[in-house]
């Protein structure tokens, strides 16, 4: 039986996402969640809504879409200007460390240049001791302890969170993934992990200041602030991690956090803390390695700035 054949444009996938770059140049957006620039924001809202995969090779490019296509494409423009949502909220999916998570409003989008450090097995960190706990802290979606998971499946691997939603969410992603490794916990902090000791702990904790948070632009507007905001130098969680993270750390375990552009401020609180701070092939990203020892050793100096900040 004969059917219609479909009634293709004269456009091609390149002439959408070169359309679709400028128009998101020209409409100043923010690109801050997964992506970095207008053109790759447009490649991957284009390949979405063309049921397209995100590593399509060029080669495709000049291919023609249909009259149908062509319009799911532009409505998902017209969204995310005039919306201003995060593309990765349009398409319900984020790329974390090679892995395809979903991604939607219970939980930051995952962005985290440690997804560079997950896909080097924490070398040259972790200098060869052996892992067998890891605990992904503050782990909203799930995407680093679940990329850690599976990266490396003879690790237990927890990850808590204090939120309900973002748990919600991060169970979804396990079972995506196929994540039989790894725990999910609800935990504020450590308060929720008494007794668990681990040889790595990995934390992502909110580290946007007062200030910064109330003038983030509209995109960050549709996550959970609770993910982003942390006091007038943002780094309220991150000294209560220091705290009390040797309590749950095995006598060689190593801490892993990101501060971001708090980087500063926390190396101006603790000037004889020795902490390591992470080049990444794209350049310093706020984030240090500490070992457990030392932050025994200058445990009273944490702990007087993390009470205070009660």
Not at 71 to 82: D, G, M, P, S, T
Not at 93 to 101: D, N, Q, R, T, Y
Not at 106 to 119: G, M
Not at 290 to 298: A, I, N, P, S, T
């Amino acid at each position: 039986m004969a059917t219609d054949s479909p009634a293709f444009e004269q456009v091609s996938i390149i002439d959408l996402i070169r359309y679709g770059g400028s128009r998101f140049s020209e409409a100043g957006l923010t690109f801050g969640h997964s992506y970095d620039n207008a053109l790759d924001e447009a490649t991957q809202l284009v390949l979405h809504a063309l049921h397209l995969p995100h590593d399509l090779s060029p080669v495709y490019g000049p291919s023609r879409v249909t009259a149908d296509e062509k319009a799911k494409v532009l409505a998902l423009f017209e969204r995310r200007i005039n919306e201003r949502v995060p593309a990765a909220y349009l398409t319900g999916e984020a790329w974390f460390a090679g892995l395809s998570f979903k991604s939607d409003r219970r939980a930051l989008v995952p962005r985290s240049p440690i997804a560079e450090l997950i896909l080097a097995g924490f070398e040259p960190w972790l200098g060869g001791r052996g892992v067998e706990r890891v605990l992904d802290l503050c782990t909203g979606s799930g995407c680093i302890a679940i990329a850690t998971g599976h990266y490396h499946p003879h690790w237990q691997v927890d990850g808590a969170d204090i939120n309900d939603d973002a748990l919600s969410l991060a169970v979804e992603n396990k079972e995506r993934l196929h994540a039989g490794n790894v725990t999910l916990r609800k935990s504020d902090l450590f308060d929720g992990l008494k007794g668990e000791v681990y040889d790595l702990i990995v934390t992502n904790p909110p580290y946007v200041t007062d200030a910064e948070t109330d003038a983030l632009p509209k995109e960050y507007s549709y996550e959970p602030e609770l993910g982003l905001r942390a006091g007038d130098d943002g780094l309220d969680l991150a000294l209560r991690i220091l705290r009390d993270a040797p309590e749950h750390l095995s006598e060689h375990g190593l801490l892993i956090c990101e501060v971001g552009e708090a980087e500063q401020a926390l190396a101006d609180l603790l000037p004889e803390l020795p902490m390591a701070w992470v080049e990444f092939k794209v350049g310093q990203m706020g984030i240090f390695v500490v070992e457990r020892h030392d932050l025994v050793e200058q445990h009273a100096k944490i702990k007087q700035l993390a009470d205070a900040r009660r």
